[in-house]
T-cell receptor
Framework: AQKITQTQPGMFVQEKEAVTLDCTYD???????LFWYKQPSSGEMIFLIY??????QNATEGRYSLNFQKARKSANLVISASQLGDSAMYFC?????????????FGAGTRLFVKA | DGGITQSPKYLFRKEGQNVTLSCEQN?????MYWYRQDPGQGLRLIYY???????QKGDIAEGYSVSREKKESFPLTVTSAQKNPTAFYLC?????????????FGEGSWLTVV
């Protein structure tokens, strides 16, 4: 069954340091996509990064990188050089293509606090 | 500008009433989704639709209904059967061309039962 797990309810990081947010998933579909979204207190959902199940290299977008370990079914988000504006909720999501009909589910989220 | 429009942004419902949340997109996306978010929690999938005139139940469909008569519209009705409907509702859409699609979200609708 399709499942997404984020085990860190909250994380603290010092400004300018790197932080890793964990995400594990479970699926039997060989074709799937993994996403990370940021949700500030305003409630909007901001797309950060995407990784396809067949992608050979880890995705990167500016200060964001996705550490994709397919055999371990993990898709951790790494934020480098944290900024105060990075304080927000972060959600991992997965979409199954073949068996799920593009069903897309989200994890419970991790609240990140960046300290000055 | 292209995007997803949800309305109303704030809605109050009396117990026993049905309410409908509107979601319109002009992105020409095939897939549309409705999620529910409780305070401090993650997004839970209510319904999703891959194509016009077809939709599937998500993980928490009980007490909700949807329709997909037009590609650009995916309204959600919160029925009186939904016992705890107070939440933040997010509508989203994406293409179905490949698995690597960004999911675009509306600004959300706050529903409160009074």
């Amino acid at each position: 069954a399709q499942k997404i797990t984020q085990t860190q309810p909250g994380m603290f990081v010092q400004e300018k340091e790197a932080v890793t947010l964990d995400c594990t998933y479970d699926t039997s579909d060989p074709s799937y996509g993994l996403f990370w979204y940021k949700q500030p207190s305003s409630g909007e959902m901001i797309f950060l990064i995407y990784q396809g199940s067949y992608d050979q290299q880890n995705a990167t977008e500016g200060r964001y990188s996705l550490n994709f370990q397919k055999a371990r079914k993990s898709a951790n988000l790494v934020i480098s050089a944290s900024q105060l504006g990075d304080s927000a909720m972060y959600f991992c999501a997965m979409r199954e293509v073949n068996t799920g009909g593009f069903k897309t589910i989200f994890g419970a989220g991790t609240r990140l606090f960046v300290k000055a | 500008d292209g995007g997803i429009t949800q309305s109303p942004k704030y809605l109050f419902r009396k117990e026993g009433q049905n309410v409908t949340l509107s979601c319109e997109q002009n992105l020409n996306h095939d897939a549309m989704y409705w999620y529910r978010q409780d305070p401090g929690q993650g997004l839970r999938l209510i319904y999703y639709s891959q194509i016009v005139n077809d939709f599937q139940k998500g993980d928490i469909a009980e007490g909700y209904s949807v329709s997909r008569e037009k590609k650009e519209s995916f309204p959600l009705t919160v029925t009186s059967a939904q016992k705890n409907p107070t939440a933040f509702y997010l509508c989203a859409s994406s293409t179905t061309a490949t698995s690597g699609n960004t999911i675009y979200f509306g600004e959300g609708s706050w529903l409160t039962v009074v």
